[in-house]
T-cell receptor, first 115, second 114 residues
Framework: NAGVTQTPKFRILKIGQSMTLQCTQD?????MYWYRQDPGMGLKLIYYSVGAGITDKGEVPNGYNVSRSTTEDFPLRLELAAPSQTSVYFC??????????????FGEGSWLTVV | GESVGLHLPTLSVQEGDNSIINCAYSNSASDYFIWYKQESGKGPQFIIDIRSNMDKRQGQRVTVLLNKTVKHLSLQIAATQPGDSAVYFC?????????????FGTGTRLQVTL
């Protein structure tokens, strides 16, 4: 199994450009998440999904959009890139959350710079 | 601009010694705690977790202690190795099911010296 796969690994965007970060998982997990990690900080939740067709906002959703048309894929869209969105983005998935023995599996990260 | 990790607290430990990484949490309603290890350029890796109704849990070379009275969590690594060098995050889960949220702490950088 590949686990959680994110693309692209690195991207430089100009202010105002749009792009989509792709995330796919092959573990048939219901829960998927997008986090951002600023330098020296912990991860902050942008959006999450508890199953296909269901998404919800996390702590820092402004400037982003998501969709979950399939169990496997959870793309993150930046419509009008701003310098404040320069960060490392992590996609993650889990079979469920809030239960004993649960773990969350993270992708390798996508480094985004907005100039 | 600011370099990555400049304001992360750093713990330096000699190879073979034990490491203790601490974390304070704020919400007494949190019912599940997780420690993650993050190596440079990679995503967080699960290390160990503990439920709020426990005060200690042991894994391979790692032990997590939970003190709910003072809202304190610690990760102990026995016989620290160079491969343990990384940033360590504690995270807490509040709520269950669709209402549950995973929140990360700031992190501690562990440097293992030879």
């Amino acid at each position: 199994n590949a686990g959680v796969t994110q693309t692209p690994k690195f991207r430089i965007l100009k202010i105002g450009q749009s792009m989509t970060l792709q995330c796919t998982q092959d573990m048939n997990h219901n829960y998927m998440y997008w986090y951002r990690q600023d330098p020296g900080m912990g991860l902050k939740l942008i959006y999450y999904s508890v199953g296909a067709g269901i998404t919800d906002k996390g702590e820092v959703p402004n400037g982003y959009n998501v969709s979950r048309s399939t169990t496997e894929d959870f793309p993150l869209r930046l419509e009008l890139a701003a310098p404040s969105q320069t960060s490392v983005y992590f996609c993650a998935s889990s079979p469920q959350q809030g239960k004993s023995g649960n773990t969350i599996y993270f992708g390798e990260g996508s480094w985004l710079t907005v100039v | 601009g600011e370099s990555v990790g400049l304001h992360l607290p750093t713990l330096s430990v000699q190879e073979g010694d034990n490491s203790i990484i601490n974390c304070a949490y704020s919400n007494s309603a949190s019912d599940y705690f997780i420690w993650y290890k993050q190596e440079s350029g990679k995503g967080p890796q699960f290390i160990i977790d503990i439920r709020s109704n426990m005060d200690k849990r042991q894994g391979q070379r790692v032990t997590v202690l939970l003190n709910k009275t003072v809202k304190h969590l610690s990760l102990q690594i026995a016989a620290t190795q160079p491969g343990d060098s990384a940033v360590y995050f504690c995270a807490e889960i509040r709520g269950t099911g669709t209402a549950s949220k995973l929140t990360f702490g700031t992190g501690t950088r562990l440097q293992v010296t030879l």
